[in-house]
């Protein structure tokens, strides 16, 4: 089973404090994504990755900066955390660049900033 | 821009009633249809997905999805609902060639009354 995995399930940070959302997958896969989900939104996309190194910019990156070093890790960072990112953040992951494959999420991690 | 319009936040069902929700999205042309679950505290789970073919696409835990062209829709139903399909779903919508980059509806919170 293809598994991707967040490091936190949840994180109460400081105003200001630099955040790091950590997300491993385990099945070589190309693509990894980080959303955001908030109550009434669903979840919107922040940025993505389709190859290591390489990134880009999804519906609401404002705020918010990534990195992929490796290939099955992909992290979220919030340079200075403010109240109003207080969410669900969901990663995801999937094979290829090919439409016709699925994408596999983790469990979240449900920030809160105070 | 795309957008996924799920009508319905909440959908109170008896157990063992049929099920219908409800999913419009606005495209340019016809995107990879997709049901995502998540049940309280989980990730979300992959329920059917509709690529090409059989407008009528059958999924796990006896749900299926019509996709109609003509009405931008993608409705998914169960015949019988069990207590435990008691959970939030989500319809996404991805552009054909461009990899799993989801466009998510608001979500429909499902509760089952016994």
């Known amino acids: 089973d293809v598994k991707v995995t967040q490091s936190s399930r949840y994180l109460v940070k400081r105003t200001g404090e630099k955040v790091f959302l950590e997300c491993v997958q385990d099945?070589?896969?190309?693509?990894m994504f980080w959303y955001r989900q908030d109550p009434g939104l669903g979840l919107r996309l922040i940025y993505f990755s389709y190859d290591v190194k390489m990134k880009e910019k999804g519906d609401i990156p404002e705020g918010y900066s990534v990195s992929r070093e490796k290939k099955e890790r992909f992290s979220l960072i919030l340079e200075s955390a403010s109240t109003n990112q207080t969410s669900m953040y969901l990663c995801?992951?999937?094979?290829?660049?090919?439409?016709?494959?699925?994408?596999?999420f983790g469990q979240g991690t449900r920030l809160t900033v105070v | 821009a795309q957008s996924v319009t799920q009508p319905d936040i909440h959908i109170t069902v008896s157990e063992g009633a049929s099920l219908e929700l409800r999913c419009n999205y606005s495209?340019?042309?016809?995107?990879?249809l997709f049901w995502y679950v998540q049940s309280p505290g989980q990730g979300l789970q992959l329920l059917l997905k509709y690529f090409s073919g059989d407008t009528l696409v059958q999924g796990i835990k006896g749900f299926e999805a019509e996709f109609k062209r003509s009405q931008s829709s993608f409705n998914l139903r169960k015949p019988s609902v069990h207590w435990s399909d008691a959970a939030e779903y989500f319809c996404?919508?991805?552009?054909?060639?461009?990899?799993?980059?989801?466009?998510f509806g608001g979500g429909t919170r499902v509760l089952v009354k016994p």
């Open positions: 495209y340019g042309a016809t995107p990879y």
């Open positions: 996404a919508v991805a552009p054909r060639g461009a990899g799993n980059k989801l466009t």
């Open positions: 995801a992951s999937s094979l290829t660049w090919t439409a016709n494959t699925e994408a596999f």
């Open positions: 099945m070589d896969h190309e693509n």
